[in-house]
């Protein structure tokens, strides 16, 4: 706790004032999470150096502001007040000439893509008499072939082709979850994949990771919720460009199999890493036969190609492949067999991605140093966007709500968060052209000097 609380002293005119301040602030931020027990009065009065008296008062104004509750003789736990999920937009509406900065995602690359569908019509004759599309062998044995080659030895059966990455958690979460059941999510994370988990009526968790992947906190988490699902994403993490290392791993999949949760990593980011050539060597660690991989070629290649795929033990992909949605989630043949084709050349698109990307990375970060309001948490190591933390009290959600009428369209913090904190923090992707970026900078400059008023 004193650790989350940090340099709290000065926040206030009183200390009271200050720990109160200090407390929502951690809330606001993700670092307490909802439901996350707090010390006794007594305990923290002495982390802190500070009277119980201080506490208790600082603990009663939280109480009455809707930031704690407190059960007798269990004692106090974090909670939201009511006003703040009413701040948080699903969508941001629609202008003409706006620049959208709520999608993190790469335009095709149209001379490799068009020959690749071009190739792929032909093809299509062979299959033309079928009367449903089915998932080709052959595209499973590719992807399968390339987790091989990776380091990760995979047989055809492992692997479940999709329509994407949603699609495959959506079939994931109708396999394993049930309403009320807990899935832990990190906080931030991808928005599609809290939509997704709520819609199957879990009760979705946080665990605070803007500071990194804490395992000893991961574990608490588990004890306290069982969650029947975790979903990760260690490979360039959406969206902070974050990348977890093979003991973090290894020990994150070690409480997550001793808990008796099904682990589903999201790997669509993956391929995306803008490290230097000299970087080591991608993580591979086991993380146990039970675990799930997410992959998709909306991030590599482009969102129009509809193509995903679950990668996980061969029982569980057989019965997945049974349930009756399965095959609304099958990929027309069309893509399938595009996918196909893209994939004898993959290993040079993304080369040619990476480049792309490490550009653009270049660019956005270039703008952010004129606007220093937006501080950035980290620099991103790979995928498709930065995690910045907004100067003083702006809200997101107050910012994105302002964006439109300065022809921006953004999403406020809370969408990646499982709770509708992390109002201090904004996603803005450098998957958009150079010349974009530097306009979207220029914007929001001038966005920053309404948000200040």
């Known amino acids: 706790m004193t650790r989350v609380l940090g340099q709290w002293r000065g926040r206030g005119p009183t200390l009271v004032a200050a720990l109160q301040e200090a407390v929502s602030a951690a809330v606001l931020d993700g670092q307490l999470a909802r439901g996350t027990p707090l010390p006794s009065e007594r305990s923290l009065a002495a982390a802190l150096g500070v009277s119980r008296v201080t506490v208790t008062a600082a603990y009663d104004a939280l109480r009455a502001a809707g930031w704690i509750r407190t059960t007798p003789g269990a004692g106090s736990e974090v909670q939201l007040p009511d006003w703040l999920d009413a701040r948080v937009d699903a969508s941001a509406p629609r202008v003409d000439g706006a620049i959208d900065l709520t999608l993190a995602a790469p335009g095709a690359p149209l001379p490799v893509y068009l020959a690749a569908l071009a190739r792929a019509t032909e093809r299509l004759l062979r299959h033309a008499r079928s009367p449903r599309a089915e998932a080709l062998p052959g595209l499973a044995e590719a992807i399968a072939d390339r987790y091989t080659r990776g380091g990760l030895a995979t047989r055809p059966e492992q692997v479940l082709v999709t329509t994407g990455s949603g699609a495959s958690l959506a079939l994931l979460a109708r396999r394993f979850l049930r309403p009320g059941v807990a899935a832990l999510v990190e906080s931030p994370t991808y928005p599609g994949a809290l939509d997704l988990l709520r819609s199957s009526g879990a009760r979705v968790v946080g665990w605070p990771v803007s500071r990194g992947w804490d395992p000893e906190q991961f574990q608490q988490l588990l004890r306290r919720h069982r969650p029947a699902v975790v979903y990760l994403i260690l490979d360039f993490h959406n969206p902070t460009g974050a990348l977890a290392t093979a003991a973090q791993r290894r020990e994150l999949a070690q409480h997550a199999r001793a808990a008796g949760a099904r682990l589903v990593l999201d790997q669509t980011m993956a391929d995306l890493d803008l490290r230097g050539p000299d970087a080591a060597a991608m993580p591979n660690a086991r993380d146990g036969a039970g675990t799930f991989r997410i992959g998709s070629m909306a991030k590599t290649v482009w969102a129009g190609l509809r193509v995903g795929w679950l990668r996980g033990p061969a029982t569980d992909i057989r019965t997945l492949n049974a349930l009756p949605e399965t095959y609304y989630f099958t990929p027309p043949t069309l893509e399938q067999l595009t996918a196909l084709e893209l994939f004898d050349g993959l290993d040079d698109l993304i080369v040619a991605r990476r480049q792309q990307l490490r550009e653009q990375r270049a660019t956005l970060l270039s703008v952010l140093e004129s606007l220093p309001q937006l501080r950035l948490t980290q620099e991103p190591l790979g995928g498709l966007s930065a995690w910045l933390e907004l100067s003083g009290q702006m809200s997101s959600a107050t910012f994105a ?35 974009t970026l530097v306009e979207a900078g220029r914007r929001l400059g001038d966005l920053l000097q309404v948000a200040e008023r």
């Open 401 to 435: 709500r302002h964006a439109p009428q300065l022809g921006l369209r953004l999403l406020p913090g809370g969408r990646f968060s499982a709770d509708g904190t992390l109002d201090r923090y904004l996603r803005l992707p450098f998957s958009l052209p150079q010349d």
